[in-house]
């Protein structure tokens, strides 16, 4: 999740420690057309869907922070680990968004 804009793992932050505007998955666009969403089904990038929400989340943080990241700054920003290893196609997909910016 987001909030004000800065992404948190929801699995450990407690509600009473939550000041300022949450953000979840859902929030990021009403019909899955959020563009990380839309580089994530372009590029098939989950496997078994575990991780993606946070995956997602930290992504379009960082493509709101950095307009066009590199590896070192995206291996730096996607610190969720997926069990299923497609790390390589999460970074793609943050350069898909990046170049259709």
């Known amino acids: 999740m987001h909030i004000d804009g800065k992404p948190v793992r929801s699995c450990v932050t407690p509600v009473s ?3 300022g505007k949450v953000t979840t998955i859902e929030g990021l666009s009403k019909d899955g057309t959020h563009p990380v969403q839309k580089a994530w089904v372009k590029l098939q ?3 078994c869907g575990y991780c ?14 950095v307009k066009n990241p590199s590896d070192a ?17 999460v970074r793609e997909a943050i350069h898909l968004v990046a170049k259709s910016a």
């Open 73 to 89: 700054q995206i291996n730096d920003a996607m610190s969720n680990i997926c069990r299923c290893g497609t790390y390589a196609r």
């Open 17 to 19: 420690a939550v000041t």
């Open 45 to 47: 990038v989950p496997q």
């Open 52 to 65: 993606q929400s946070g995956m997602i989340m930290a992504a379009a943080a960082l493509l709101k922070e």
